[in-house]
């Protein structure tokens, strides 16, 4: 008697092929709420912030709420991060309760609190080390384990990424992620996605670039530079979720139609509403500022200084043009049309 057939979980590759652009992981940013208003507006695969592995073990409240995944949420994947073998195997096997649709590994993070304690991008200075410990967590995890790196620390002659890549695959990583651009360079500099097809040209698990896509364009681009599987997006979400509408549109071969002012009133107001109800009034209010570009460049501007003083909803809503001070200039208040459920 055959048993009752339950549908595996995608692979890697499976996810990027149904839509290959990809949610960045940014700590304080693509949280629950930011990865459910980008799948609004079209994102599929998304990396929850980085959580520490250390945090992770004791089941600590913030590394429980960054690692909480709901039912609808997704295709998603959990980040973790750390400077000690055993303990991110541990990470990896409690991440791995969550049901996320992958855990990865960041090999990339620069910033000093990170990178200092041998964690991030600190992995870049002993490419035999981190080959070595990717190879314990793809033992522990007991699910697909991916690596987020960047090309090297910098500025080596030769970046490593090639030959870490290969020896990546080797130890089972399902997946390689490459911020084309080294440790050093932080943001800064331009992304050299050439980095990202030369590794994608020595292995046979998806490669996925990474760094300085933020437009429709930039993703065929990309996708058609480096015959990478797929592309991820951080900073250009962060200002223009409907970056992976438009993404879907281009590759289709259809037209890109950009946001109209009314969504653009609405997608903010979401986002307030959202992480408000997440966060409560007093926290909500001030990290949706982060999102002030979705309003577009000319509005932001206008209405920059006024938001940044405004402490409660009734206040944004009054600056959106919802209430009493409409902003002379400003886009007409969002019509019932606009309103998006996220
Ligand atoms: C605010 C912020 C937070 C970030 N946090 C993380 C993180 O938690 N884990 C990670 O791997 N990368 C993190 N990154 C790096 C992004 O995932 C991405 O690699 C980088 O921003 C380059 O892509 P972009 O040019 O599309 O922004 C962060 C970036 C930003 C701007």
Known sequence: MSSPSVTPPASVSELLRAFPVVLAPMEDVTDAVFRRICRGVGAE????????????????????????????????????????????MQAAEIAAEARPAFIDINCGCWVPRVARKGAGAAWLRDPAAMVEMARRVVAAAGMPVTVKTRIGLGP??????????????????????????????????????????????????PVVVNGDVRTADDVARALDETGCAGVMIGRGAIDHPWVFREARARL???????????????????????????????????????????????????????????????????????GRARPAGGPPAPTGDATMEF
């Not at 959580?51 to 004791?58: G, I, L, N, T």
């Not at 709420?65 to 991060?81: C, E, G, V």
Request: hydrophobic share 50%; proline share 7%; with cysteine.
């Open 156 to 205: 080596e002659s030769h970046m490593p990424i090639i030959d870490l890549a290969r020896r990546l695959e080797d130890v089972g990583v399902a997946a390689l992620t490459i911020h084309c651009r080294t440790a050093h360079m932080g943001h800064t500099g331009v992304a050299d996605w050439a980095w990202a097809r030369r590794a994608r040209e020595v292995v046979s698990i």
């Open 252 to 322: 289709a071969g259809a037209p890109v139609v950009p946001p109209t002012d009314a969504e653009r009133a609405a997608l903010y107001r979401a986002i307030l509403r959202a992480n408000v109800a997440a966060r409560g009034e007093r926290a909500g209010v001030p990290v949706t500022r982060r999102h002030l570009a979705v309003l577009g460049p000319a509005w932001a501007r206008a209405v920059r200084p006024s938001l940044f003083a405004a402490t409660t909803v009734a206040e944004v809503d009054d600056v959106l043009g919802e």
């Open 45 to 88: 695969l998304c990396v929850t912030e980085f959580v520490h592995a250390q945090h992770m073990v004791a089941r600590t409240s913030l590394a429980r709420r960054k690692a909480l995944l709901a039912p609808d949420d997704q295709p998603t994947a959990i980040q973790i991060y750390g400077p000690d073998p055993a303990m991110l």
